[in-house]
């Protein structure tokens, strides 16, 4: 069964590189200009749960990263090319990193740097923009770097080799050496050995992306929170189990054969019978099988530090691999996004476990993408069947499935801010908006 590993993170920061300078002076504008905020004229559609006029707008041109802007709780991080830095030659494109409140636009930090990724991450419980670049003055060496919303660094990891030497995630690094893996955390420590007991298992790095526990087809996230996953042969044949190691120690916390199984998940036959998605509320979002092979999954929230089943949610049609939660951590939106077949989403409480809506006969099935305001924007599974998706969005209301839009024509959806605010790239121009 092959699984997809999910960013379920909304947060960001932003990082310093090798010859770079850190952090500038919020009160002065970076040299060079940064581009002026105003409220250049809007003429996408209407974005429901936000206002019909942005509150600010910036041009904003593709500095070679992809993506090119975050949004990390209330600050949005653009990335620009710098018209100040001298060329890169073998190492990473420089560029200029501006910290901008969503309210306002008002740019509070910059920060100049390589980088060939940006992503949004959480270091000791802190939101980070994690960057990414590489470095070649006499060996090639990958560079990871975080910073919190106000654009101050929280650590820097250097390594010598290719991209598939290290990668962070949840401030640890993995770090292979030969056929050896190793988990330590950025501020430096204790460094853990990771193996996997399983056939054919392994661990996948990357600089630019998050570490993956891979069996065959099977691709799991390698951390979530505070937990570390590994792979054994459970007692049927090809059977794979589930193992729940603490990041701090490596110790053992738990293992699927050891946890309750919720009400409606089947029992193993082979391959994974649960795998781990993200982290909601300070519970872990395990999803389950729900029949035999691949088909339905059932989602439930645990107890991390102990497998301890906390509450059971949703049957979705295949694995779920997204849980978008509201900034008060009660109601959220979980979805299956595989092919048309295996794909849905539906409302779930959090706190008591309750379904509140979900999709069973419906025409278009959604794919849950964005929480703007208390309205998920989702695509729908019905172009899956050609390979392609829908070139508009549909936007519900999270708490009661009421479709507020139809057809929203956009190329990305709006994320939304923890005030409520929506930010949005239309063309060449981000845009902010109030909610409505």
């Not at 919190?148 to 010598?160: F, I, K, L, M, T």
């Not at 996997?196 to 998050?210: F, S």
Request: aromatic letters at 4%.
């Amino acid at each position: 069964m092959t699984r997809t590993v999910i960013a379920a993170l909304a947060l960001a920061l932003a990082t310093a590189g090798c010859g770079g300078a850190g952090p500038t002076d919020p009160s002065r504008p970076p040299a060079g200009g940064a581009p002026s905020t105003g409220t250049n004229p809007y003429t996408g559609p209407a974005l429901p749960g936000l206002s019909s006029t942005p509150l600010w707008s910036v041009h904003h041109e593709k500095a070679g990263i992809d993506p090119r802007w975050l949004l990390v709780g209330d600050t949005v991080v653009l990335a620009r090319p710098d018209p100040t830095a001298a060329p890169a030659g073998r190492g990473s494109d420089p560029a200029l990193l501006e910290f901008r409140a969503a309210a306002t636009g008002r740019v509070t930090a910059t920060v100049r740097t390589p980088a060939d990724t940006l992503r949004v991450d959480e270091w000791d419980g802190r939101p980070v923009v994690v960057v990414s670049y590489q470095t070649a003055a006499d060996r090639l060496t990958q560079v990871i770097a975080g910073y919190d919303a106000s654009g101050q660094p929280r650590g820097e990891v250097r390594v010598e080799g290719e991209p598939d030497q290290v990668s962070v995630v949840g401030g640890r690094v993995f770090q292979r050496s030969g056929t050896a893996v190793t988990v330590r955390p950025v501020a430096g420590g204790r460094a853990i050995p990771l193996a996997c007991a399983a056939p054919m298992c392994g661990y996948e790095l990357r600089a630019g992306g998050i570490p993956t526990l891979r069996a065959g087809a099977t691709v799991l996230p390698a951390s979530v929170g505070n937990l570390l996953f590994t792979l054994e042969a459970g007692t049927e044949p090809g059977e794979l189990r589930l193992v729940a190691l603490d990041a701090a120690t490596g110790g053992r916390r738990w293992d699927a054969a050891s946890v309750a199984v919720p009400p409606g998940a089947a029992a193993p036959r082979s391959g994974l019978r649960v795998h781990p998605v993200a982290m909601a509320g300070g519970r872990l979002l395990l999803s389950w099988q729900a029949g035999a092979g691949d088909g339905p999954e059932l989602a439930a929230l645990h107890d991390p530090a102990t497998g301890r089943l906390v509450t059971t949610g949703p049957t979705l049609p295949g694995p779920v691999n997204t849980i978008l939660t509201e900034p008060a951590g009660k109601l959220a939106v979980a979805s299956a996004t595989g092919s048309s077949s295996d794909a849905g989403s539906a409302g779930w409480d959090l706190e008591t476990g309750r379904i509140t809506w979900d999709q069973a006969g419906d025409d278009k099935l959604l794919l849950a993408e964005s929480l703007v305001n208390g309205i998920v924007y989702a695509r729908t599974a019905s172009g899956r069947a050609s390979g392609n998706l829908d070139d508009f969005y549909t936007a519900v209301r999270l708490a009661s499935k009421d479709v507020v839009a139809a057809e929203v024509r956009l190329a990305s959806a709006p994320l939304g801010a923890s005030s409520g605010h929506g930010i949005l790239l239309y063309g060449d121009t981000l845009y902010a908006f109030g909610p409505s």
